[in-house]
């Protein structure tokens, strides 16, 4: 069960994403055409002080939410910039905070049926004060939330990411 | 924090996704357009008999994998069908199970920042054999895992879907 790509034409090029139409061989000599949204992939940081877990709420307008919860959050837009430092300006420019120890959690696909967009969840700790002024987060609000109410923050909580995060943290972290 | 689309303009369609550009008015009355990729949505399915977890693999082409293991799974192609109904389609399927049990664990947006597919996850228990025939289940490989492995599917697994139905049964269906 293996495939090779053997064509590629770009059908759509937008600022962020892209589309594909890319055409693949597979080893029983069958040939398909598949459509594919190219992103550049993102991370997403669970920073918590040990009492408080920092999220952030805003409007996504993709889905029609207006203020959805989710981890804080950035693209790999930056060219050059290992996904551990795009996690570490998120922190700073959404939250105001760096960060002591840093651990990666996981990487997943967000959709890999149609999308190559990749994510990175890490987890923050031994948090500090640290502000860095960025250009497209005015619309951002921080959320502070206990620890203690975590199963409440997943049960409202409706992106992939910061399920992911909270569920993986739930499982393997939580003291 | 509210905002309001004032207008759509379609950039690319394909077979299952497409792209608009749509520009949206926020309460402070500044405007801005977003690129949204559009997308029918998809069920997937965490299914058990107890013993053992029911996975698939697959290759994933629009992320470059010869075969990962994700939960079964779908998208609501089907016009008019509600998810649930294509989630039970869908055990049939892939699985070749129907199940007397049914219930929604959670639902997700996939990736809320750029697209709107949402994703409906189930858990799918008293399982019984139920073979339904489709088309385009022929590259996909039935993976039986025991529940005693669950925490080693989980490290292994890369599918925001699969990791999400995995984690949330873990965290709170596990006996």
């Known amino acids: 069960m293996t495939f090779e790509r053997v064509a590629s034409e770009t059908a759509w090029e937008g600022r962020i994403a892209s589309v594909r139409v890319d055409r693949f061989r597979y080893d029983d000599g069958e040939e398909a055409d598949r459509e594919i949204v190219a992103h550049p992939g993102a991370v997403a940081i669970v920073a918590h002080d ?14 029609g939410e207006q203020a959805l919860l989710e981890l804080p959050a950035g693209k790999l837009d930056e060219e050059g ?6 996690a570490k300006r998120e922190l700073s420019e959404e939250i105001g905070k760096g960060a002591r120890t840093w651990e990666q959690l996981t990487s997943f696909y967000t959709s890999p049926g149609f999308a190559d967009e990749e994510c990175h969840v ?24 206990p620890l203690a109410d975590l199963d409440d923050v997943i049960a409202g909580c409706r992106d992939s990411k910061t399920l992911v995060g909270l569920l993986w943290f739930r499982a393997y972290l939580l003291g």
């Open 50 to 63: 040990g009492e408080r877990l920092f999220l952030v709420r805003q409007p996504r307008e993709a889905v």
């Open 122 to 145: 890490y987890l923050a700790t031994d948090l500090y004060d640290e502000q860095t002024e960025a250009e497209d987060t005015e619309r951002i609000e921080i959320v502070e939330a």
């Open 81 to 86: 910039e290992e996904p551990l430092e795009t």
